[in-house]
Structures are given as C-alpha cells and as structure tokens.
T-cell receptor
Framework: RKEVEQDPGPFNVPEGATVAFNCTYSNSASQSFFWYRQDCRKEPKLLMSVYSSGNEDGRFTAQLNRASQYISLLIRDSKLSDSATYLCVVNRDDKIIFGKGTRLHILP | NAGVMQNPRHLVRRRGQEARLRCSPM?????VYWYRQLPEEGLKFMVYLQKENIIDESGMPKERFSAEFPKEGPSILRIQQVVRGDSAAYFC???????????FGQGTRLTVV
C-alpha cells in the first residue's frame, strides 16, 4: 500500500461549484499534514496546514481524521484560477511524503 | 528574505557528463529535502539532509547519485555519468524544523542529450 494515496482525477468542475478531495495515509505515526498546490511546470506551494480540529482559509477548508487516517480539502465557490494539481503531504520524523496529486480543472 | 534558491534553473548535459544541482535553503532553515519529478508524474522523495548529515537517503538511486549539505554553502545534488532517464525536474525544499511546512525552490530542469 502506498504511504500517501490520492485520486489522480482529473476533476472537471464548473466555476462556482464546490469540490472536495480526500487523501489517505498508511503510517499512523505521521505527525503533521499539509495541502500544497502545484501549477504546471512550477514548484509546489503551500496551500494550508491541516489540523485535527479542522481549519478554514477563505474558500478552503481542510480536515484531518486520525482514526480513519485521511485528510480532506474542500474548495467552495471555485474559481478558474483554482485549476491546478493539489498535493496531499504527510510529515514524519524522517521525511516529508507527497501524494501524487489530484488534478482539478475548473470549467468556465 | 529570499526564499529557497536553486540553480541553475535549466541544465543541459550530454550522456556521461556530471550534473551538479545547488540549493540554498531559506534563511534559518537547517532541513533540506530533494525531490525528483518526471513529466506528468508526482514528486518522488530522494534525500533528506541536515547540516553535514544525511538523515534519510532511501529515495536515492544507489549508484551515480550523491547529496551533501556542508556546514557552509548550499546543498548539492550530484549526478555522475548522466543518462537520458535522469532528465527530470529536481526540486529542493527546506524547513526550519521537523514537522513544519517546507518551502520549495523553483527547481532545476535537467535535460540529458
């Protein structure tokens, strides 16, 4: 089983819709969690950290479920500029592991 | 406050040559990670270093690849005797401590001809 798994997509979503991604991780010793965004041929950029209590940043909401070992990202009122690949990231003592990413296309 | 700096941005090497990729972490960051990304694929972990120490190199190919992070100067990823399959984007990230968010450089795109 891969350490971090994501649905690769693509998710094709009309502008203004709400879209959600999930990501599962296999190592219960994982300590911290993040969502990154990567645009084509660019470096990944931190979108937000993920906390057990859930956290929100504008249109973006992230949640962590330690019991079921998954994290989620919800995007409300999606914009064309949200089109990108979203990477789930899990951090342990010795390394940061990236999921392969979920591709999102927002359609006008 | 400069971010993570990688150079060169683009590197072309002939088969059999050596490639040296440099990464200067953000100021105050002592943890450096290297990743490789092939076209249309995800980021693959290669190595995690702290100053003068390799902490985890489980993602590094056993031959031709090496990495260092000296006491002074940038981290270096070195690929000896490059082959066409080494063509990829190589990203470096740094963080201030374990468990904290990592910030990426713009990457070095290596092309082996």
């Amino acid at each position: 089983r891969k350490e971090v798994e994501q649905d690769p997509g693509p998710f094709n979503v009309p502008e203004g819709a709400t879209v959600a991604f999930n990501c599962t991780y296999s190592n219960s010793a994982s300590q911290s969690f993040f969502w990154y965004r990567q645009d084509c041929r660019k470096e990944p950029k931190l979108l937000m950290s993920v906390y057990s209590s859930g956290n929100e940043d504008g249109r973006f909401t992230a949640q962590l479920n330690r019991a079921s070992q998954y994290i989620s990202l919800l995007i409300r009122d999606s914009k064309l500029s949200d089109s990108a690949t979203y990477l789930c990231v899990v951090n342990r003592d010795d390394k940061i592991i990236f999921g392969k990413g979920t591709r999102l296309h927002i359609l006008p | 406050n400069a971010g993570v700096m990688q150079n060169p941005r683009h590197l072309v090497r002939r088969r059999g040559q050596e490639a040296r990729l440099r990464c200067s972490p953000m100021k105050g960051h002592s943890h450096v990670y290297w990743y490789r990304q092939l076209p249309e694929e995800g980021l693959k972990f290669m190595v995690y270093l702290q100053k003068e120490n390799i902490i985890d190199e489980s993602g590094m190919p056993k031959e031709r690849f090496s990495a260092e992070f000296p006491k002074e100067g940038p981290s270096i990823l070195r690929i000896q005797q490059v082959v066409r399959g080494d063509s990829a984007a190589y990203f470096c990230a740094s963080s201030s401590a374990l468990g904290t968010e990592a910030f990426f450089g713009q990457g070095t795109r290596l092309t082996v001809v």
